[in-house]
């Protein structure tokens, strides 16, 4: 049997950082919008995306703690792929959002791109636009490092489903 190399074991390390990293800071983020919904509906609505208020309530009540949950999933390392699966799901359009509202802003008031600030209802007030798109390019990298199934050491379980073992052959019951 191989054992990992030094690359490996090194890129190992830095995904279960990732994976930590990833997961705190969503519980945070999570945990400013949920703390203050209000707040956190106006930003959302701002996106236009629903037009029903019941809808809208909705998103913005339960969004901030479907964060927190994939956040502390990440951190205890449970169900890794599957949290990380619905980050990325919900980065990709989030940051088309973001990056289509910061386009209209930047139109508006004639800034240069990297320019462009506002709080984009990410839960940390006020961003920097270039730092913003960054920070959630990276976090998409490192969520489809986890499907792929890097992160694994000190999860408690990585995925919900459990893999059947082959029974050895004196095991087995006959038919």
């Given at each position: 049997m191989n054992s990992p190399s030094r690359k490996?074991?090194?890129l190992e390390a830095v995904t279960v950082?990732?994976?930590?990293?990833m997961g705190l800071l969503f519980i945070y983020m999570g945990l400013n919008k949920a703390l203050d919904p209000v707040s956190f509906l106006?930003?959302?609505?701002?996106?236009?995306?629903v037009q029903t208020?019941?809808?809208l309530n909705m998103v913005a009540a339960t969004l901030p703690w479907f964060e927190v949950f994939c956040g502390v999933l990440l951190?205890?390392?449970?169900?890794?792929?599957?949290?990380?699966?619905?980050m990325i799901v919900m980065l990709v359009p989030f940051t088309a959002m973001v990056?289509?509202?910061?386009?209209?802003?930047?139109?508006?008031?004639?800034?240069?791109?990297?320019?462009?600030r506002f709080n984009c209802g990410c839960g940390a007030g006020e961003v920097w636009i270039?730092?913003?798109?960054?920070?959630?390019?990276?976090?998409i990298v490192f969520?489809?490092?986890?499907?792929?199934?890097?992160?694994?050491?000190l999860s408690l379980r990585y995925s919900l489903l459990r893999r059947r073992q082959a029974l050895p052959e004196s095991a087995a019951v006959p038919a």
């Open positions: 490996q074991k090194f950082v990732a994976r930590w990293a106006k930003l959302a609505h701002q996106y236009e995306l208020p019941l809808l951190v205890l390392g449970i169900a890794v792929r599957g949290s990380a699966l619905i990056l289509k509202r910061a386009l209209e802003i930047q139109a508006e008031k004639h800034l240069p791109f990297c320019g462009v270039c730092r913003k798109l960054l920070e959630n390019f990276l976090l969520s489809g490092l986890l499907v792929w199934g890097r992160g694994r050491p």
